[in-house]
């Protein structure tokens, strides 16, 4: 079993998109042969992100029926920094109960274990393995394996990491006058009534734009604009 997880480890090593994370889930659901391998994660400006095993006919059950609000896994895990067994958490109410029903009905299993894991700037992290089976095969399942779900589960988490890291970098950073000269024009006002707010030249408004579009690699100031909306950079 131990090479099942060092080669899914390398896999996650290698992998230079979400795709490449995806394709690492589905090889440890193979090579420990169980239902499901998920590992889904908050990033630290609050984008959700997932790779995972579970069908999209269950993904888009749990969505239709906005699972997410009273999901016991996720709400005991973001209550905890240990790893849990899905039989410790708290299932008693008729909704939890509902759910779980119905996610056994889908696939995913019984059984389940979580790994929480934090990062930096609010990033938080679950990762998941789920299977049909009898509580003592489980059991004996996790014991076995439970140090090199939690190592493999933080090497998805340092990879995810990495993508965030790099997300940033690519990010270009605009000037404080820059991104004001952009947040003007973006709301409407034409270049004269950009200049007058803040107090500049028209002559000076365009250097500040012209930087601002080379930053963001645009064709002309519309497509400035836009880029700068998208990536979150300004907002009107």
């Known amino acids: 079993m131990r090479r099942e997880?060092?080669?899914v480890c390398e896999l996650v090593q290698s992998a230079k998109d979400l795709g490449g994370l995806q394709r690492a889930t589905e090889a440890l659901r193979d090579g420990l042969s169980i239902a499901h391998v998920v590992y889904h994660w908050v990033n630290s400006r609050g984008e959700r992100f997932g790779a995972g095993t579970y069908s999209q006919a269950w993904v888009d059950r749990?969505?239709?029926?906005?699972?997410?609000?009273?999901?016991?896994v996720i709400i005991g895990c973001l209550q905890r920094f240990d790893p849990v067994d899905w039989k410790e958490?708290?299932?008693?109410?008729?909704?939890?109960r509902a759910m779980r029903k119905e996610a056994v009905e889908f696939g995913v299993g019984n059984q389940g274990y979580s790994i929480p894991i934090r990062g930096p700037a609010g990033q938080f992290a679950l990762f998941t393995t789920?299977?049909?089976?009898?509580?003592?095969?489980?059991?004996?399942?996790?014991?076995?394996?439970q140090r090199d779900l939690i190592l493999t589960a933080h090497e998805f988490n340092r990879k995810a990491l990495e993508f965030e890291r790099e997300v940033d970098a690519a990010m270009p950073l605009l000037s404080p006058r820059e991104l004001a000269a952009m947040t003007h024009i973006a709301r409407g006002m034409n270049r004269a009534q950009a200049a007058a707010e803040m107090d500049i030249?028209?002559?000076?408004?365009r250097v500040?734009?012209?930087?601002?579009?080379?930053?963001?690699?645009?064709?002309?100031?519309?497509?400035?604009?836009?880029?700068?909306?998208?990536?979150?950079?300004?907002?009107?």
């Not at 958490?89 to 939890?96: H, I």
């Not at 030249?201 to 408004?205: A, D, F, W």
């Not at 734009?209 to 880029?227: D, F, M, P, S």
Request: one cysteine or more; hydrophobic letters at 40%.
């Open 5 to 7: 997880f060092e080669t």
């Open 62 to 72: 749990y969505l239709e029926r906005d699972y997410l609000r009273m999901d016991p």
């Open 208 to 236: 500040y734009i012209e930087a601002a579009r080379h930053k963001l690699g645009a064709l002309n100031t519309t497509h400035a604009v836009a880029r700068a909306l998208s990536r979150g950079l300004i907002v009107v």
């Open 130 to 145: 789920s299977d049909r089976c009898e509580d003592a095969d489980w059991a004996r399942f996790i014991g076995e394996s």
């Open 89 to 96: 958490l708290d299932w008693s109410s008729r909704a939890a």
């Open 201 to 205: 030249s028209e002559h000076t408004l």
